[in-house]
């Protein structure tokens, strides 16, 4: 098991779009999915086409064909290829991940917030800092596998994709990701986990207040699609 820079956080925040989904995770259901899912999915925000590659490109999507040249010129890939996905050699395998929001000092997280309920939903859940460690810990027993976590970086470097980096036009998610195991890239296949006591481990919040250095401060409740404002 590793981490990186998880102190940093106060807490982390995970969106739900669906109540069901919310109270299936605070009864002990914890989804785990494959990046794949994330390639193929398309909706704003959560899917991402480039999600642990350096390019995905499926037919069904739509788009210019990628090309890659042999020698002397002529196409490697064939007419009848219906999709290619090009990884960096370093990561042969994907891995199961579930994404969380970081809630930092300095982080500017109030800033994505409405973004964030607009895109994943207005039912959520908080994790404190103080046990991310107890939560990967139940997810390895209970998935039997390897597990780490940290923050996701963000670069406008192609070549950087990877499990640990997204492009920069999502730094406003302020990702914090879990990993169960491994998967092959293709994997679509979702990872259910039954965590025993979830619940203790989470905080009981149902309504949040930010105050951002200006003074503007901002209040969100679960369930609730709005985001009250309030100025100096």
């Avoid at 199961?96 to 930092?104: E, K, L, N, P």
């Avoid at 109030?110 to 046990?131: D, I, T, W």
């Avoid at 390897?146 to 997204?166: E, I």
């Avoid at 309504?207 to 985001?227: E, V």
Wanted: include cysteine.
């Amino acid at each position: 098991m590793c981490s990186n820079n998880s102190q940093r956080a106060f807490a982390l925040i995970k969106f739900f779009s669906k109540k069901d989904h919310y109270l299936n995770f605070i009864s002990g259901t914890s989804l785990f999915r494959p990046p794949h899912y994330y390639r193929t999915c398309e909706d704003i925000g959560r899917g991402d086409r480039n999600e642990s590659c350096l390019l995905y490109w499926n037919i069904k999507f739509g788009g210019n064909k990628p090309k890659f040249l042999k020698p002397d010129g002529t196409d490697l890939i064939g007419h009848k290829v219906e999709s290619v996905l090009v990884y960096p050699a370093s990561e042969p395998h994907d891995a199961w991940m579930q994404s969380w929001a970081v809630i930092g000092s300095h982080n500017d997280f109030e800033h994505s917030l409405e973004q964030m309920q607009q895109e994943f939903g207005c039912y959520f859940v908080l994790l404190p800092a103080s046990k991310i460690k107890h939560y990967a810990r139940l997810v390895e027993k209970t998935a039997k596998a390897q597990v780490s976590y940290g923050l996701v970086s963000y670069s406008n470097n192609p070549m950087g994709r990877s499990l640990t980096m997204k492009d920069s036009r999502y730094n406003y998610q302020k990702e914090f990701r879990f990993f169960a195991g491994q998967c092959s890239k293709g994997e679509l296949q979702d990872k259910p986990l039954e965590l025993p006591n979830l619940n203790s481990l989470l905080l009981e919040g149902q309504s949040l207040k930010f105050t951002s250095p200006n003074g503007i401060i901002k209040y969100c409740s679960a369930g609730y699609n709005s985001t009250v404002i309030v100025k100096p």
